[in-house]
Structures are given as structure tokens and as C-alpha cells.
């Protein structure tokens, strides 16, 4: 069994190579995610927290033509092939090095239009997401929104069973499709990837139904959950006041 607290840059690597697989439906989550944003107008700001080799910061960046977005994550090697796969939007997209959990980084000297996060937020505890919800809506300026993609605990057994099942047929499924074989789902083992099958100490997601109530007591409004498969999550809210 791997026991794990932090991510590791030989994370970073896996899932540079096997995150098209690994990510049920990535396209449809980054297509919700850029639809529950009202679009800014004018110049403006959007973050990606935990941006990775930057799929999300590229989608905001081609639907949303007046927005700057700035991707932030600890890893090198992610915002190395994050700038180098973004770099055709110039100035548009710039990085920072950080630690979601740390909170400097959420002092800005502009308020964001919008904060999204992919895959990432369940690296930190509870006390930690609410705090971060709570950071964020400060954070924001009127009308804008929090928007995250995540990994959520299903509150039962059968839950849990479900998303294990569901996540791992994905893997299956895209896996064969990308490649033509088995080598991504049996990576996908070998790496203990799925934390509905291999529990362990860097994974804490917490139930939806908590984040969105966690969102609500950090003051956001039109608090919903837009799309879910195989334990993964789409949610948000927006800061009212626009
Ligand atoms: C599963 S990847 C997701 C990347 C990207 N958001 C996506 O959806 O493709 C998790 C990302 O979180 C970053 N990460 C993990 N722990 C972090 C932390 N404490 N602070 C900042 N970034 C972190 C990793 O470097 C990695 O890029």
C-alpha cells in the first residue's frame, strides 16, 4: 500500500501523462465549469488555483477573449508545461508558484471575476475548505464566482462503491479509447490512483452536501452543485452584490 500525506513531483509527471484518462469527462467538466461564469466583459481577472499543466486556465482562456488568467500551483513541472502549452495567449496567462494551503496568496491587489479550482481542493481537510471558501468570497469582487471541480466523499457504502465502480470503468473505458489497450487503467492501479478504492492520507474529500453547505456560511449565493459522475464534482457559488 502507498502512503502518502503530499503530492509528490513524480505526481505531477503521472498525471501529466495519464490525466486524460484518469479524469472522467474532462472536457464536459471544463465546459461546465465555463458555463457557469458570467462572462467578463472587460479585463479582468480570473484564478485557477492548483492549475496543474493548465487544461482549465486554457478553457477560460479561449471562452472568456477579455480575461486574464492567472494559474497558480506548487509544482514546477506543472507551471513549466503550463507556460509552455498556454504560452500563444501571451500575456493573457501568467503563473505563481504557491501553497493552497497557506493563505498569502489570498491577499490581491485585484479582485478576482471569477476563482476555480480542478482537483485539487481535496487536499485540504475540512477546516481547511471551509476556511478556503470563506477566503475567496472575500476575496472577490461582486458578482463574481467560485467554481470547483473535485473529488467528493460519498457519505455511505454504497455510495462509495458506486463511485470506485464508476470511476474505475471510466479509466477503463477512456483508456481503450485513447490507446487501444489496457496500459492507463493498469497505471491507474499501480499508481493506487482512485482514493475510493485506495484510502490514504493526501485524499480527504468531504461530502457535497457539506461544501455547498460551506460555501452558503462563507456568504455565497446561488450555491449549487451543476454536474457529478463517479465521485466527481462540480460546484459553486456566486458573491452576490452586482
Ligand atoms: C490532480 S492535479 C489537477 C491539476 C489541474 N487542476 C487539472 O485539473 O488538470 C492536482 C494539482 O494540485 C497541485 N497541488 C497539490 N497540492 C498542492 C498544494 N498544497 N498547493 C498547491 N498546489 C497543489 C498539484 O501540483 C497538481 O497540479
Redesign the pocket.
Known sequence: MIDQQ??QEQ??DD?IEL?EYF?PERQVQMDVVTSVIAEPREPAEIL?L????G??SGALLKAFPAATVVG????AA?LDTARRDLADHGARFRTEQ????ERGWRTRAEAPAAVV????VH?LDADGKRALYRDVHTMLRPGGALVI?DLVQPVGARGVELARRMWDESVREQGIAGTGGLKPYERFHELEWSCYQYADELDKPSPVLDQLNWLTEAGFTEVDLYWMKAGHAVFGGVKAGE
Open positions: 503530499e503530492w505526481d505531477s498525471f490525466g479524469v485557477d492548483c492549475c496543474g499543466q487544461r482549465l497558480l500551483d506548487l509544482s506543472m504557491f501553497d493552497l494551503a479550482s480542478s482537483l485539487a487536499h471541480v
